[in-house]
């Protein structure tokens, strides 16, 4: 049915593996979707060569994430596809919620200017697949084999040895570590009889992705019983290609099969669009959504990531931009420890931090479903009240829950953080480099980065990375407008990387290699910082003993 | 400890208690429902604390008997 856009073919090919004895390699990722193919750029970029294994023979088809947030831009940019999602990909910015035939309430999820990413694009899943494929044969690094699927999975302590089916026939592969990317029905979950425990919601989606040219605004429109869809609900998106989202909600009673075919669907959106409106349907499903997670994400020498971990319902995108600050979590962690630059201690903290992240996924995608599914009358009547109240009161209106946008998680009770307050990521800004106009991010990407904030006054260190036999500390200055240019350093010419990093002149924060924030001081000491360094990377010991010397 | 302010503050009770009653006249099921639910996010919103909100819930739940809801399902 899709007219718009013609999934590529990946050819399999033969892997030397199928030939000789059981090859072992140190990172399998099983699944090659959105979050799979994440971290294999993600590994690759810092150096680590991954297997990936693919049933499928092309990127994902047909209706699925569409709304790629802000965080999910900064990530991909730093895997080198974020131009082209931002270029391809429809910005928007406002959410706008209807109630009947009236609107009740508006969102700007990206109030300010001064940011590189808009809060949200929308874009088909498949490109961002697309590309990431791309990207993963660029680097040279990423062994891509489609038409390979898992049937089986032995963990053992020390490594992970997997079946493989293949046209050619079965063989075996071992490795050091799996990453089970392999999506919502995880196979790999299942062979390890993981329970996937949470909530159903008992009402069924219809998806279709029509086009059709119309001018509707490139905005995030949500209708709560709409005068052309009585009683349920209706959204509407724009995407690149002159396709256009719709839901619409149907009730648990429906009958997922015959609401698929067109002389069901078509009049629906004739209901919603216009009788005369044109319109070719693109692609047409039936969901019921959930809300799930397994209890932890690490198990032994197996790391779960994306819908394989956890699923949520699709009502604020938290799905794929989740799964995508997932292996921004997993990737530099386990590239460390591969290259003998942390204990594999560091691996657990992937669990300490993305299970407090997914249940804030869970608990604001439960809550918008319970609004926009109410499962009892009780519940009804709130959400009834809520809506009626919101047309002429005000106040009801930041009651109306359709859904609240994924944010980028706040890691607030890491182990990895050396005092509180820390564990956020650092907020892009504008900044001049060598007298041109740049961006704050990309120059937290590699290592760690200690920030500096600085004028005149501010001593700061002479080289510009420190300690390159260790885990290497990049040093960013970061200069106040009206102080005195330095070689390398960053001007901060609207004192925006003041305003949001809450910086004062002689202060410094150090980031990780996924730009959170770890720690921060007053002035500068260098045992502070490798202490603190130290700490990210899960050396407890040598933290502490650095911690002691620099009392 | 509370701070939610349980001692008699309303003067002629009798009053408001026939006027709660007589709001709901002729309603349905789901329409006093809303109703109910449309008093309480207008004076939870007044009251502009969801800690007292939440004390109050908590004996409005106190006294009731419990069934298991039929709602939605796990897995
Ligand atoms: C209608 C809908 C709308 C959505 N909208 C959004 C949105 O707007 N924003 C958002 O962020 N998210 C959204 N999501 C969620 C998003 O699509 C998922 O979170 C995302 O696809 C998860 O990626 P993944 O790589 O973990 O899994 P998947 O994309 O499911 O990829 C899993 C891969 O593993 C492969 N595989 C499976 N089993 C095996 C095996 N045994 N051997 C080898 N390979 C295997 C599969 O072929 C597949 O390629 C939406 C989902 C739906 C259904």
Known sequence: MPKTYENPVFAYRRSPDQDGPEARHPVVIVGAGLVGLAAAVDLAERGVRTVVLDDDETVSFGSRAICFSKRTLEICDRLGVGRQMLDKGITWNLGRVFFGEREVYSFDLLPESGHQFPAFVNLQQYYAEEWLVARAAATGLVDLRWRNRVTGVQARDDGVTLQIETPDGPYPLACDWLLAADGAKSFVRRELGLEFKGQVFKDRFLIADVVMQADFPTERWFWFDPPFHKGQSALLHKQPDDVWRIDLQLGWDADPEAEKRPEKVIPRLKAMLGEDARFDLEWISVYTFQCRRIDRFRHGRVFFVGDAAHQVSPFGARGGNGGIQDTDNLCWKLAYVLQGKAQESLLDSYDAERIPATDENILNSTRSTDFITPKNPASRAFRDAVLELSAEQPFARAWVNSGRLSKPAVLSDSPLSSGAGLGWTAPDAPVLRDGRADWLLPHLHEDFTLLIYADDETAVPEESVLETGDVPIRVLTVMLPQAARRAGALVDAEGLVAERLGLAPGQWLLFRPDQHACARGEMLDMAGVRAARDRALGRVERAAAAQRMVV | ?75
């Open chain 2, 1 to 75: 400890m509370g701070r939610l302010n349980t001692l008699g503050r309303i003067a002629a009770p009798d009053e408001l208690y026939e006027a709660l009653l007589e709001a709901h006249r002729d309603l349905d099921e789901a329409e006093s429902r809303k109703l109910d639910a449309k008093l309480i996010l207008l004076l939870a919103n007044h009251i502009g604390d969801a800690a007292i909100v939440r004390e109050a819930l908590d004996i409005a739940r106190a006294g009731a008997t419990t069934q298991t809801s039929p709602g939605s399902g796990t897995a």
